[in-house]
Protein backbone atom coordinates (compact mmCIF):
# COMPACT_ATOMS: atom_id res chain seq x y z
CA UNK A 1 0.00 0.00 0.00
CA UNK A 2 1.37 3.15 -1.08
CA UNK A 3 2.26 6.19 1.49
CA UNK A 4 -0.36 9.35 1.53
CA UNK A 5 1.04 12.16 -0.31
CA UNK A 6 2.86 14.69 1.73
CA UNK A 7 0.59 18.01 2.05
CA UNK A 8 2.90 21.13 2.93
CA UNK A 9 1.28 24.61 3.10
CA UNK A 10 3.03 27.44 2.05
CA UNK A 11 2.95 31.10 1.17
CA UNK A 12 3.27 31.90 -3.12
CA UNK A 13 6.70 33.13 -2.71
CA UNK A 14 7.83 29.89 -0.79
CA UNK A 15 5.77 27.43 -3.20
CA UNK A 16 8.06 29.36 -6.00
CA UNK A 17 11.23 29.05 -4.54
CA UNK A 18 10.71 25.30 -4.08
CA UNK A 19 9.77 24.83 -7.66
CA UNK A 20 12.59 26.71 -8.44
CA UNK A 21 15.14 25.49 -6.42
CA UNK A 22 14.07 21.85 -7.24
CA UNK A 23 14.17 23.12 -10.97
CA UNK A 24 17.92 24.17 -10.66
CA UNK A 25 19.20 21.24 -8.68
CA UNK A 26 18.15 18.76 -11.08
CA UNK A 27 19.31 20.91 -14.04
CA UNK A 28 22.93 21.07 -12.25
CA UNK A 29 22.85 17.55 -12.34
CA UNK A 30 21.95 16.84 -15.81
CA UNK A 31 24.28 19.50 -16.84
CA UNK A 32 27.09 17.49 -14.39
CA UNK A 33 26.16 14.08 -16.23
CA UNK A 34 26.75 15.95 -19.79
CA UNK A 35 30.21 17.40 -18.63
CA UNK A 36 31.08 13.44 -16.83
CA UNK A 37 29.76 12.32 -20.58
CA UNK A 38 31.91 14.38 -22.51
CA UNK A 39 35.13 13.98 -20.40
CA UNK A 40 34.45 10.21 -20.68
CA UNK A 41 34.41 10.39 -24.87
CA UNK A 42 37.95 12.16 -24.94
CA UNK A 43 39.21 9.80 -22.22
CA UNK A 44 41.96 7.88 -23.85
CA UNK A 45 41.63 5.27 -21.18
CA UNK A 46 37.56 4.03 -22.63
CA UNK A 47 36.40 5.28 -19.33
CA UNK A 48 32.14 4.85 -20.02
CA UNK A 49 29.32 7.36 -19.20
CA UNK A 50 27.04 4.86 -18.45
CA UNK A 51 29.62 2.97 -15.68
CA UNK A 52 30.06 6.50 -13.97
CA UNK A 53 26.32 6.84 -13.87
CA UNK A 54 25.52 3.34 -12.78
CA UNK A 55 28.62 3.85 -9.92
CA UNK A 56 27.28 6.76 -8.64
CA UNK A 57 26.17 6.68 -4.83
CA UNK A 58 22.30 5.48 -4.13
CA UNK A 59 21.90 8.90 -2.15
CA UNK A 60 22.76 10.82 -5.49
CA UNK A 61 20.21 8.90 -7.73
CA UNK A 62 20.82 8.16 -11.49
CA UNK A 63 17.51 9.34 -13.07
CA UNK A 64 18.74 12.99 -14.15
CA UNK A 65 22.79 11.85 -14.40
CA UNK A 66 21.97 10.29 -17.80
CA UNK A 67 23.88 12.53 -20.64
CA UNK A 68 21.80 13.66 -23.51
CA UNK A 69 20.80 17.18 -25.43
CA UNK A 70 20.05 18.92 -21.82
CA UNK A 71 16.86 20.05 -20.13
CA UNK A 72 14.38 22.54 -21.31
CA UNK A 73 15.55 25.97 -20.02
CA UNK A 74 16.68 28.11 -16.77
CA UNK A 75 15.93 31.58 -17.86
CA UNK A 76 13.31 31.91 -14.61
CA UNK A 77 15.26 30.43 -12.14
CA UNK A 78 18.17 32.92 -12.82
CA UNK A 79 16.30 35.71 -11.98
CA UNK A 80 15.26 33.46 -8.52
CA UNK A 81 19.31 33.63 -7.85
CA UNK A 82 20.16 37.06 -9.29
CA UNK A 83 20.12 38.56 -5.54
CA UNK A 84 22.72 35.23 -4.74
CA UNK A 85 25.13 36.44 -7.47
CA UNK A 86 26.09 39.66 -6.15
CA UNK A 87 29.48 40.55 -3.97
CA UNK A 88 27.43 43.32 -1.41
CA UNK A 89 26.68 42.39 1.86
CA UNK A 90 29.41 40.00 1.82
CA UNK A 91 27.61 37.68 0.01
CA UNK A 92 29.79 35.43 -2.57
CA UNK A 93 28.75 35.08 -5.84
CA UNK A 94 26.57 32.24 -6.82
CA UNK A 95 27.09 31.14 -10.30
CA UNK A 96 25.77 27.69 -10.87
CA UNK A 97 22.70 28.10 -12.91
CA UNK A 98 24.52 30.14 -15.08
CA UNK A 99 27.38 27.30 -15.97
CA UNK A 100 24.74 24.61 -15.82
CA UNK A 101 22.56 26.88 -18.78
CA UNK A 102 25.82 27.34 -20.33
CA UNK A 103 26.56 23.51 -20.72
CA UNK A 104 23.30 23.36 -21.78
CA UNK A 105 23.40 25.30 -24.95
CA UNK A 106 26.78 23.28 -25.70
CA UNK A 107 24.69 19.84 -25.64
CA UNK A 108 23.40 20.43 -29.49
CA UNK A 109 26.19 21.68 -30.89
CA UNK A 110 28.21 19.09 -29.53
CA UNK A 111 24.98 16.23 -31.01
CA UNK A 112 25.49 18.35 -34.21
CA UNK A 113 28.66 17.36 -34.50
CA UNK A 114 28.37 13.85 -34.67
CA UNK A 115 25.76 14.16 -37.05
CA UNK A 116 27.97 15.80 -39.07
CA UNK A 117 30.85 13.36 -38.64
CA UNK A 118 28.61 10.59 -39.87
CA UNK A 119 26.97 12.28 -42.56
CA UNK A 120 29.32 15.25 -43.60
CA UNK A 121 27.11 17.02 -45.77
CA UNK A 122 23.36 17.43 -44.35
CA UNK A 123 21.74 19.26 -47.01
CA UNK A 124 19.09 16.72 -49.33
CA UNK A 125 19.71 13.88 -46.73
CA UNK A 126 17.04 12.70 -45.02
CA UNK A 127 16.87 12.84 -40.89
CA UNK A 128 14.25 10.67 -38.91
CA UNK A 129 13.82 12.43 -35.26
CA UNK A 130 12.18 10.54 -32.54
CA UNK A 131 10.83 12.49 -29.69
CA UNK A 132 9.44 16.31 -29.84
CA UNK A 133 8.82 17.50 -26.65
CA UNK A 134 11.88 18.69 -24.15
CA UNK A 135 11.26 15.46 -21.66
CA UNK A 136 9.51 12.02 -21.89
CA UNK A 137 5.82 11.27 -20.75
CA UNK A 138 4.68 14.88 -21.68
CA UNK A 139 3.34 17.03 -24.86
CA UNK A 140 5.28 19.71 -23.58
CA UNK A 141 7.68 21.18 -26.25
CA UNK A 142 8.51 24.82 -24.50
CA UNK A 143 12.53 25.20 -24.38
CA UNK A 144 12.21 21.20 -26.14
CA UNK A 145 16.06 20.99 -27.13
CA UNK A 146 14.32 18.01 -29.92
CA UNK A 147 12.71 21.14 -31.46
CA UNK A 148 16.55 23.15 -31.89
CA UNK A 149 17.69 20.13 -33.19
CA UNK A 150 15.16 20.09 -36.11
CA UNK A 151 15.63 23.46 -36.73
CA UNK A 152 19.40 23.08 -37.57
CA UNK A 153 18.71 19.97 -39.83
CA UNK A 154 16.27 22.04 -41.88
CA UNK A 155 18.55 25.28 -41.86
CA UNK A 156 20.93 23.03 -43.27
CA UNK A 157 18.59 21.38 -45.73
CA UNK A 158 18.14 18.07 -44.77
CA UNK A 159 14.80 16.83 -44.71
CA UNK A 160 13.38 16.13 -41.46
CA UNK A 161 10.76 13.83 -40.37
CA UNK A 162 10.11 13.02 -36.49
CA UNK A 163 7.35 11.71 -34.18
CA UNK A 164 6.59 11.79 -31.02
CA UNK A 165 4.12 9.71 -28.46
CA UNK A 166 2.66 12.97 -27.34
CA UNK A 167 3.77 16.01 -28.77
CA UNK A 168 3.03 16.27 -32.37
CA UNK A 169 0.13 18.29 -32.64
CA UNK A 170 1.94 20.92 -30.29
CA UNK A 171 5.21 20.86 -32.51
CA UNK A 172 3.41 21.16 -35.55
CA UNK A 173 2.24 24.40 -34.51
CA UNK A 174 5.72 25.91 -33.78
CA UNK A 175 7.58 24.00 -36.78
CA UNK A 176 5.48 23.04 -39.52
CA UNK A 177 8.38 22.62 -41.82
CA UNK A 178 8.67 18.90 -40.73
CA UNK A 179 7.38 16.40 -41.85
CA UNK A 180 5.00 14.66 -38.80
CA UNK A 181 4.27 10.74 -38.58
CA UNK A 182 2.25 9.06 -36.16
CA UNK A 183 3.99 5.65 -36.82
CA UNK A 184 7.17 6.23 -35.73
CA UNK A 185 8.27 3.52 -38.47
CA UNK A 186 6.98 5.64 -41.24
CA UNK A 187 9.31 8.08 -39.39
CA UNK A 188 12.64 5.91 -39.82
CA UNK A 189 11.80 4.93 -43.53
CA UNK A 190 14.58 5.46 -45.64
CA UNK A 191 16.31 7.76 -42.99
CA UNK A 192 19.77 8.16 -43.42
CA UNK A 193 20.28 9.45 -39.83
CA UNK A 194 18.34 8.57 -36.71
CA UNK A 195 18.42 11.12 -33.85
CA UNK A 196 17.07 9.89 -30.92
CA UNK A 197 15.84 13.37 -29.10
CA UNK A 198 13.58 12.47 -26.15
CA UNK A 199 14.02 9.46 -24.19
CA UNK A 200 10.60 7.73 -24.40
CA UNK A 201 10.47 4.01 -23.43
CA UNK A 202 8.85 3.63 -26.83
CA UNK A 203 11.68 4.57 -28.60
CA UNK A 204 13.44 1.72 -26.80
CA UNK A 205 11.09 -1.30 -28.27
CA UNK A 206 11.67 0.19 -31.97
CA UNK A 207 13.28 -2.08 -34.16
CA UNK A 208 15.00 0.31 -36.08
CA UNK A 209 15.89 -2.77 -38.75
CA UNK A 210 12.30 -3.35 -39.80
CA UNK A 211 10.01 -1.88 -42.47
CA UNK A 212 7.33 0.81 -42.35
CA UNK A 213 4.30 -1.29 -42.75
Known sequence: MSSPALLLVTTINSAELIKHASNSFLALKI?????????????RRGCGGSNARHGS?????E??????????GLLASRKIFR???SRRNGRSRFRNPQAAERVNKQRIDRF?????????????KRVAV?????????????FSPALEVARRMLAEGADV?????????????VLPQVT???????????AEAVLICTEWEEFRQLDCNARAS
Open 161 to 173: HATDPEAISRAEA
Open 180 to 190: YHHDPYEALRD
Open 31 to 43: SYANVIADLCEKN
Open 112 to 124: LEKVHQALWVVKG
Open 83 to 85: PCA
Open 57 to 61: RSRIG
Open 63 to 72: QFLRAGLGFG
Open 130 to 142: LGLAFKANTDDVR
